[in-house]
């Protein structure tokens, strides 16, 4: 079986990260998916980046910015694309996008929304540590 690998500058300049779909469960009374069911998305997909770069175990910091364009229905497609801002000592920054797509699926996406994070590379105990694998 061939083994698709990425090399750290593809991931630098974007990543699609995550896939899903919301359900019924993640939407608020006007049928809109919560901020809040979308912000944990944001903060796992970029997590994923970090961790990639880190080559471990992060902890988020700081969500230094986000911002809702449009809304996510119940039912929308959405994809989770992350690429890395800047990357400090021990720090990483991550770009978070949001695309949506509306049913029936077709190649129109939108972007619903956009973020920025900052992770911290960790060791066992939780201390920060040095990036060491970029
Ligand atoms: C992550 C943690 C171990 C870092 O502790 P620390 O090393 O003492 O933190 P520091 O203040 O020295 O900052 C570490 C890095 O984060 C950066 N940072 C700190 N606050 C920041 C902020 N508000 N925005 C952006 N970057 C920030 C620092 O500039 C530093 O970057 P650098 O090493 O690349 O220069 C500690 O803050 C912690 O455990 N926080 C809780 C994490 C958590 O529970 N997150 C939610 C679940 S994952």
Redesign the pocket.
Known sequence: MQILTKSTQEIKEHDLVLKLMPMPSDSNINGHVFGGWTMSQIDIAGSILAAKIADGKV????V?YIQFKTPILVGDLISLYASIVKT????I?VSVEIYTQKRPFNHESVKAVEAKL?Y?A?DKQ???RPLTSI
């Open positions: 902890a988020t910091i700081a230094n400090g000592n021990t720090s920054t900052t911290v960790i939780g201390n920060s």
